[in-house]
């Protein structure tokens, strides 16, 4: 990854896309439209979060686009998304990780969750989100919709700046860089330790 990386316009995000509902259990019970999904305190919908290392052992954080309706502008992990009606799991990871940054890799599957955000009075995330870990290498490719801007940071420096100024981060990855922190150690240290060359 380098960061004199391009960037690029495509939209890939349309507020009628059908996203996947899903009662507690993650079994799916039907669609609904991501505008709909994110009204008022949120319809559960399955979705998923990918944490991207370098081959340096560094963490990809994005800052959200100034046209996201929810938590625009805010810091978040590499990349966040839903699959869409019709759509397996790892296609949906592999397509988003494409378009949002032109990237691909192999990602290891974590954990799944369900948390309630809620942005202001008209709008929330209620996902039942699939976390992942990745290793990347290549130049990233920004979607220029989708994210404003992006950063390489270590491990130790995301912790003091997720201390520090905790309200910049989104709530979804706050939530989930600390489970990893805790349940996961070995998976981290395996992604955030430098590959040998």
Known sequence: MNSLAASSNEIVSFEDEKLILVDEQDNEIGNLSKDKCHD??????????????????????????????????????????????????????????????????????????????????????????????????????????EIADWRLVSVETLNRELAAEPAKFTPWMKLEWGRIQNEFPGALNKFASATKS
């Open 40 to 145: 008022g305190r949120g319809q559960l919908h399955r979705a998923f979060s990918l944490f991207i290392f370098s081959p340096d052992g560094r963490v990809l954080l994005q800052q959200r686009s100034a046209q996201k309706r929810l938590w625009p502008m805010y810091w978040s992990n590499a990349c966040c998304s839903h699959p869409r009606r019709g759509e397996d799991m790892p296609d949906a990871v592999n397509r988003r990780l494409h378009q949002e940054l032109g990237l691909s890799g192999e990602m290891e599957f974590l954990y799944k969750f369900i948390y309630q955000a809620q942005y202001d009075e008209a709008g929330a995330e209620h996902e039942l989100c699939w976390v992942y870990l990745g290793r990347c290498d290549g130049d990233v490719v920004v979607n220029a919709n």
